[in-house]
T-cell receptor, first 108, second 118 residues
Framework: AQSVTQLDSQVPVFEEAPVELRCNYS??????LFWYVQYPNQGLQLLLK??????LVKGINGFEAEFNKSQTSFHLRKPSVHISDTAEYFCAGAFVVFGTGTRLQVFP | GAVVSQHPSRVICKSGTSVKIECRSLDFQATTMFWYRQFPKQSLMLMATSNEGSKATYEQGVEKDKFLINHASLTLSTLTVTSAHPEDSSFYIC??????????????FGPGTRLLVL
């Protein structure tokens, strides 16, 4: 079975600063990993996904993530955040496995 | 892209009544749909997995007689909260996967339904 752990419940950051949201996974089978964003009172929107192939995955809104097998990580990064990036971010494995979420708060 | 809709977006009901929430895949066929419940400031909790034409598979601790799921077609799944009580108040989110997609592939999420039971 696969599981994911989000290490930070909240990440405060100033606008235009870089940000990294951390996610670690454990799996004994093939790894599928996803990052979703949830804006207030909305469903989840897919940011990016890793199924196989290149370990650096680029997604929407300028986000990217790197699959690191040796460190069992799939951290989400953005070089320069905007106020509009303030949201809840979820790391997920295949189907039912969601992390507990990281609240990204961007300050002006 | 694949779009999933939910209706209603929010509903307020009296305790003891039943509420039906619809989840539709608008531009694709979904053999599998998932229903989640999300409490404030928490992650999604999977309630059940429904496959078109068969009975839903419920997660441990989820009452199947309380949360009735019907997946009658490849584009529609419904969740009925029967005899709702205030503790059922929550944000309910559905998701769907593309028919024929490999196991573990991307889920497409609906916008969620906010249920408030008074």
């Amino acid at each position: 079975a696969q599981s994911v752990t989000q290490l930070d419940s909240q990440v405060p950051v100033f606008e235009e600063a870089p940000v990294e949201l951390r996610c670690n996974y454990s799996s004994s089978v093939s790894v599928y990993l996803f990052w979703y964003v949830q804006y207030p009172n909305q469903g989840l929107q897919l940011l990016l996904k890793y199924l196989s192939g290149s370990t650096l995955v680029k997604g929407i809104n300028g986000f990217e993530a790197e699959f690191n097998k040796s460190q069992t990580s799939f951290h989400l990064r953005k070089p320069s955040v905007h106020i509009s990036d303030t949201a809840e971010y979820f790391c997920a494995g295949a189907f039912v496995v969601f992390g507990t979420g990281t609240r990204l708060q961007v300050f002006p | 892209g694949a779009v999933v809709s939910q209706h209603p977006s929010r509903v307020i009901c009296k305790s003891g009544t039943s509420v039906k929430i619809e989840c539709r895949s608008l531009d694709f066929q979904a053999t599998t749909m998932f229903w989640y419940r999300q409490f404030p400031k928490q992650s999604l909790m999977l309630m059940a997995t429904s496959n078109e034409g068969s009975k839903a598979t419920y997660e441990q601790g989820v009452e199947k007689d309380k949360f009735l799921i019907n997946h009658a077609s490849l584009t529609l799944s419904t969740l009925t909260v029967t005899s709702a009580h205030p503790e059922d108040s929550s944000f309910y989110i559905c998701s769907a996967t593309l028919a024929g997609a490999p196991v573990g592939e991307t889920q497409y999420f609906g916008p969620g339904t906010r249920l408030l039971v008074l």
